[in-house]
């Protein structure tokens, strides 16, 4: 009996053998296959993301497209400028920085928006230079995560510029993160009249002008029509500027016999185009003075250059090739609010160009911090 019962064992103990072998050769099939397969599945997602990373034109429009839209074109009521589907800046932040990096979103925010009650509106200001999507543009790759966009332009508000717009590789996505304009100097012009080398130093023009420019900020700041008259440039006149970038086109032009009557001229101007929304400044004289001319208290400014540049912001400057081997005084405040940290700056100034041996009035350019 035990010899049968040993004799029966022995076939189930091979089956059983072969049977555990053959699965340990599957397992061990599946997971060589495993492995095989591991590496060819990450090589195609690294080739994905190498392709995403590859900034196109197609892109760089959607992108800038979606960034005026966030910034520029939101629903609003027309009569008190109220932004509809935004109440606060964090909202608004939030939804830009879909398409923008934090920092630069912040600095448009800052700029063109302002709440007040629990509500948010826009600040009316002149919109600054866009890509023209249907002209030539550069897309330069500074690296495999940042690509530079440059595009040379020109038109009658900012005569030549060159456009510049950074894109980064945030978070899985291009993202813009930087802009700016700058001026192409003499694009149009021979070098006969306006060199740099013909400007006058900045110690020269202290020594000739800061009498002069003394009395006529004292002028301004009480409003003495009289006096500012007597130092108006007799046949230029004096040009009104509302944002650094000098407009021959655009400017107001006021004569001496004009600015007697300044602060009683009820007439509404046109005076250019507010930084942001692109809306006209239309203003009566004494309007504009509050707004463009004596913004800020600038016969106590801390700061005053002769022919030297002490504020800079996205603005083209011009000034030194629009005005003939000029003077140009500006008193400026470098910020008055310090939770804006300088943001809020303003500067007020005043050119003077030389007439039969004396120094006249030209030009009177505000300046302030703009996109």
Same mark, same amino acid.
């Given at each position: 009996?035990?010899?049968?019962?040993?004799?029966?064992?022995?076939?189930?103990?091979?089956?059983?053998?072969?049977?555990?072998?053959?699965?340990?050769?599957?397992?061990?099939?599946?997971?060589?296959?495993?492995?095989?397969?591991?590496?060819?599945?990450?090589?195609?997602?690294?080739?994905?993301?190498?392709?995403?990373?590859?900034?196109?034109?197609?892109?760089?429009?959607?992108?800038?497209?979606?960034?005026?839209?966030?910034?520029?074109?939101?629903?609003?009521?027309?009569?008190?400028?109220?932004?509809?589907?935004?109440?606060?800046?964090?909202?608004?932040?939030?939804?830009?920085?879909?398409?923008?990096?934090?920092?630069?979103?912040?600095?448009?925010?800052?700029?063109?928006?302002?709440?007040?009650?629990?509500?948010?509106?826009?600040?009316?200001?002149?919109?600054?230079?866009?890509?023209?999507?249907?002209?030539?543009?550069?897309?330069?790759?500074?690296?495999?995560?940042?690509?530079?966009?440059?595009?040379?332009?020109?038109?009658?508000?900012?005569?030549?510029?060159?456009?510049?717009?950074?894109?980064?590789?945030?978070?899985?996505?291009?993202?813009?993160?930087?802009?700016?304009?700058?001026?192409?100097?003499?694009?149009?012009?021979? #070098?006969?009249? $306006? %060199?740099? /080398? !013909?400007?006058?130093?900045?110690?020269?023009? @202290?020594? =000739?002008?800061?009498?002069?420019?003394?009395?006529?900020?004292?002028?301004?700041?009480?409003?003495?029509?009289?006096?500012?008259?007597?130092?108006?440039?007799?046949?230029?006149?004096?040009?009104?500027?509302?944002?650094?970038?000098?407009?021959?086109?655009? #400017?107001?032009? $006021? %004569?001496? /016999? !004009?600015?007697?009557?300044?602060?009683?001229? @009820?007439? =509404?101007?046109?005076?250019?185009?507010?930084?942001?929304?692109?809306?006209?400044?239309?203003?009566?004289?004494?309007?504009?003075?509050?707004?463009?001319?004596?913004?800020?208290?600038?016969?106590?400014?801390?700061?005053?250059?002769?022919?030297?540049?002490?504020?800079?912001?996205?603005?083209? /400057?011009?000034?030194?090739?629009?005005?003939?081997?000029?003077? =140009?005084?500006?008193?400026?405040?470098?910020?008055?609010?310090?939770?804006?940290?300088?943001?809020?700056?303003?500067?007020?100034?005043?050119?003077?160009?030389?007439?039969?041996?004396?120094?006249?009035?030209?030009?009177?350019?505000?300046?302030?911090?703009?996109?």
């Amino acid at each position: 009996m035990f010899k049968y019962k040993k004799f029966c064992l022995l076939p189930a103990l091979l089956i059983f053998v072969f049977f555990f072998s053959a699965c340990s050769k599957f397992i061990a099939g599946e997971k060589q296959n495993d492995k095989t397969e591991i590496p060819q599945k990450t090589n195609e997602v690294i080739t994905e993301n190498k392709e995403k990373k590859k900034l196109t034109r197609e892109e760089v429009i959607a992108i800038e497209k979606a960034f005026n839209e966030r910034i520029f074109q939101l629903e609003k009521v027309e009569d008190s400028n109220e932004i509809l589907n935004f109440k606060s800046k964090e909202e608004l932040m939030d939804y830009v920085k879909e398409v923008a990096g934090e920092e630069l979103a912040t600095l448009f925010i800052e700029n063109f928006y302002e709440e007040i009650d629990g509500k948010l509106y826009v600040i009316p200001k002149g919109t600054p230079p866009r890509l023209i999507y249907d002209s030539p543009f550069e897309i330069n790759k500074i690296d495999d995560n940042t690509y530079e966009i440059v595009q040379d332009e020109e038109n009658e508000m900012y005569g030549p510029y060159r456009l510049i717009i950074e894109f980064k590789y945030i978070d899985g996505k291009w993202k813009m993160t930087d802009r700016k304009a700058e001026g192409r100097e003499n694009a149009n012009q021979d #070098d006969s009249n $306006f %060199s740099k /080398e !013909e400007r006058i130093d900045s110690e020269t023009a @202290k020594a =000739i002008i800061s009498d002069t420019a003394n009395r006529l900020i004292y002028a301004l700041s009480i409003k003495d029509v009289n006096t500012i008259a007597e130092y108006v440039h007799p046949e230029k006149g004096v040009r009104f500027t509302p944002y650094t970038f000098v407009s021959l086109e655009e #400017d107001l032009v $006021f %004569s001496q /016999e !004009e600015i007697k009557n300044f602060f009683e001229d @009820k007439n =509404i101007y046109t005076w250019g185009y507010y930084d942001g929304s692109g809306e006209k400044i239309n203003l009566t004289p004494a309007e504009y003075y509050d707004s463009f001319v004596y913004s800020a208290d600038f016969i106590n400014a801390p700061e005053i250059g002769y022919n030297e540049v002490l504020s800079q912001g996205n603005m083209l /400057e011009n000034q030194f090739e629009v005005y003939h081997n000029p003077i =140009i005084v500006e008193y400026y405040f470098p910020g008055f609010n310090p939770e804006y940290e300088g943001l809020d700056w303003q500067s007020l100034r005043l050119v003077f160009e030389e007439y039969e041996g004396t120094w006249k009035l030209s030009g009177i350019i505000h300046n302030q911090w703009t996109i």
